[in-house]
């Protein structure tokens, strides 16, 4: 079945900027997400990225998407405190909308 | 504000209750769906309603039973659960335009403590 990997923490300093990695093996994914997850709160959608694409940028936020490779990244440039939370990457399958998560990356900013 | 509500935020009950979670969106979405989110798993896809038909169910157990009376609220009824039930109980909806990017919604959750 298909599965989802990220790496479990990162720590980087304020100001600096985060790069958060994630591998899928569903080669047929369409669309692949960035979800995510302040303590207590629901997940929140940041930006997603359809499968015929390599880059996608929005403000702060660049998804990379190595498709040969199954290789999906999301770099926040200028990290802030604020952002410290729990990233989930996601792939959609081909056909229906189920959505398949990763375990989730916890990012931790230092002041 | 998503526009995805649920209620209650926090439940405990024991293993002899019967309680209901509900989810209602605002969204004018057709698909609904519940998630269980554990400490230290992936998050678990339970149920899925695309256009009040349950299309998913993914080898749930039989104490947790979905209701979807219509596009707009789903429910989740729990009896006689067990401690291990204890989660994050997440529900989420989307347009459900399947081959489309079908972008998915979340609520911010029930904490479920199972005594």
């Known amino acids: 079945g298909e599965d989802v990997e990220q790496s479990l923490f990162l720590s980087v300093r304020e100001g600096d900027s985060s790069v958060i990695n994630c591998t899928y093996t569903d080669s047929s994914s369409t669309y692949l997400y960035w979800y995510k997850q302040e303590p207590g709160a629901g997940l929140q959608l940041l930006t997603y990225?359809?499968?015929?694409?390599d880059m996608k940028q929005d403000q702060r936020l660049t998804v990379l998407l190595n498709k040969k490779d199954k290789h999906l990244s999301l770099r926040i440039a200028d990290t802030q405190t604020g952002d410290s939370a729990i990233y989930f990457c996601?792939?959609?399958?081909?056909?229906?909308?189920?959505?398949?998560f990763g375990a989730g990356t916890i990012l931790r900013v230092k002041s | 504000e998503t526009g995805v509500t649920q209620t209650p935020r926090h439940l405990v009950m024991g293993m002899t209750n019967k309680k209901s979670l509900k989810c209602e969106q605002h969204l004018g979405h057709n698909a609904m769906y519940w998630y269980k989110q554990s400490a230290k798993k992936p998050l678990e896809l339970m149920f899925v309603?695309?256009?009040?038909?349950?299309?998913e169910n993914n080898s749930v157990p039989s104490r947790f039973s979905p209701e979807c009376p219509n596009s707009s609220h789903l429910f989740l009824h729990l009896h006689t659960l067990q401690p291990e039930d204890s989660a994050l109980y997440l529900c989420?909806?989307?347009?459900?335009?399947?081959?489309?990017?079908?972008?998915?919604?979340f609520g911010p959750g029930t904490r479920l403590t199972v005594l």
């Open positions: 989420a909806s989307s347009q459900a335009a399947s081959g489309f990017t079908d972008t998915q919604y």
């Open positions: 990225i359809f499968s015929n694409m």
């Open positions: 309603y695309n256009f009040k038909e349950q299309t």
């Open positions: 996601a792939e959609k399958e081909e056909y229906g909308n189920k959505l398949v």
